[in-house]
Every structure is written in structure tokens, then in C-alpha cells.
């Protein structure tokens, strides 16, 4: 029996949500990238329709949202999402109760550098999750 895929948004195209972009697009999930040039020329083979310009044209109906973007750039997203969205950041720095207007939220900090030129040499790599509730 096959495993169900995910539908994930991704807010931020730089090094982080690029290589989760393509981790999770390459697994088969249905990953939606929220880049502020709305293109994804950079990630071969991903389709340009999931690509959006701004986190409120993301569909509501979504498994995971990673926000992988600058810390100081969270306030500017949180009022755009659909609170019933699970959003985790991906920060070492912040504390997830941030999120905590959403139903289910959480830090999700890969222990991985990520330069989005530089192919991943180990795509095995930790990853420490911490959770509002167990969802």
C-alpha cells in the first residue's frame, strides 16, 4: 500500500525552501512554493501553476505550511494564511508559540546547511520537530 502524499506550502525560496521544495516535490508530494517573484525557474522539472507571489494565494486546504523565510519576515505573513493550516517555521531562533493563533503549529529545524546552488550530498539529514499538539 502506497503512502498518501502531502500537499505542502512552502513560503520562501531561498535556501531553505529551495531545497525542502525540492525534497518534498521529488517525493511526490504536491508542494505549492510562495516566492516573492512568483517563478521557480530554479527548481527543474516544478510546475510554474503551483508557484504563487504572495502566502494568501496559497490554498487554504493544506496539510503543512513551512515557513521558511527570514525571522523578521513572519508578522508580514501570519494574517494571510488560513488559520486551519498546520505552519511550522523553520528557525533555530524563534519560539514556536509565535504561531500560536493557528491550530496546529511547530517548529520544524532541519539540522542541515542549504546553499541553493550546492546539490544536497546527504539527503538524510535530522530533523528536530517540535509541535503544538500531536495532530
Known amino acids: 500500500m502506497a503512502e498518501a502524499n502531502l500537499r505542502i506550502g512552502i513560503i520562501g525560496a531561498g535556501d531553505v525552501g529551495t531545497h525542502l ?12 512554493l510562495c516566492t516573492s517573484d512568483g517563478k521557480a525557474d530554479f527548481l527543474s522539472g516544478f510546475p510554474n501553476e503551483k508557484v504563487v507571489a504572495e502566502p494568501k494565494m496559497l490554498p487554504d486546504n493544506l496539510d503543512l505550511v513551512l515557513f521558511t523565510r527570514r525571522d523578521r519576515d513572519l508578522q508580514l505573513v501570519l494574517d494571510a494564511l488560513d488559520k486551519n493550516n498546520t ?32 546539490a544536497l550530498s ?14
Not at 521544495?21 to 505549492?32: C, K, S
Not at 546527504?122 to 495532530?135: C, G, L, Q, T, W
Open 87 to 118: 505552519l511550522v517555521h523553520c528557525s533555530g531562533s524563534m519560539d514556536m508559540n509565535l504561531l500560536s493563533s493557528f491550530n496546529h503549529y511547530g517548529v520544524f529545524y532541519p539540522l542541515q546547511t542549504f546553499r541553493k546552488e550546492l
Open 21 to 32: 521544495a525540492r525534497l518534498f516535490f521529488n517525493a511526490g508530494d504536491e508542494v505549492f
Open 122 to 135: 546527504n539527503k538524510n539529514f535530522p530533523v528536530f520537530i517540535e509541535a503544538s499538539d500531536e495532530m
